[in-house]
């Protein structure tokens, strides 16, 4: 790795000095009282880099997948259209991040993977998203019907 590590006498942070190697940076996020305070962080090696991705990636997929599938298995006759365009925009956004920043980091077989499922969500928000558009369409016909 290349870095220099400089203490400054005043404080008890660290600061990097990295070169311009290609790298992942990260911006940890630490609780309670810590000795070292760091606001970022690079790493090189691409096998931590890697587990540190999927780490990251697979946490955020299972929270997006859980709230995806809530909505997927609630009723569609009360539902909201903008929920449903919400979580479309999540996933869309996922995968412009999986795209962007990850792709080069990733192994080809774990990038392909996230991005099936991704696209398994997007695909059943879609299909949920248009029942939801014919069903409001369907009661607005009917209830025009009825007030003629």
């Not at 203490?7 to 790298?23: A, C, S, V």
């Not at 991705?53 to 298995?73: D, E, P, S």
């Not at 869309?92 to 077989?109: D, G, L, P, V």
């Amino acid at each position: 790795m290349n870095y220099i590590v400089e203490r400054k006498t005043t404080k008890f942070d660290i600061d990097y000095m990295e070169y311009d190697n290609d790298g992942l940076v990260i911006h940890p996020k630490l609780k309670g009282n810590t000795y070292i305070h760091v606001s970022s962080a690079k790493f090189y090696s691409d096998d931590l880099i890697n587990k540190i991705i999927v780490t990251k990636f697979r946490r955020q997929f299972n929270n997006l997948a859980k709230v995806v599938f809530n909505y997927l298995n609630a009723d569609e006759d009360g539902a909201d259209s903008g929920d449903y365009i919400i979580l479309l925009d999540e996933v869309a956004h996922m995968q412009a991040t999986m795209e962007i920043r990850y792709k080069r980091f990733m192994e080809n077989e774990q990038y392909r993977e996230y991005m099936d499922k991704l696209y398994f969500l997007n695909i059943n928000l879609k299909n949920k998203l248009a029942r939801i558009n014919l069903i409001a369409q369907m009661n607005n016909q009917i209830s025009s019907g009825i007030h003629r």
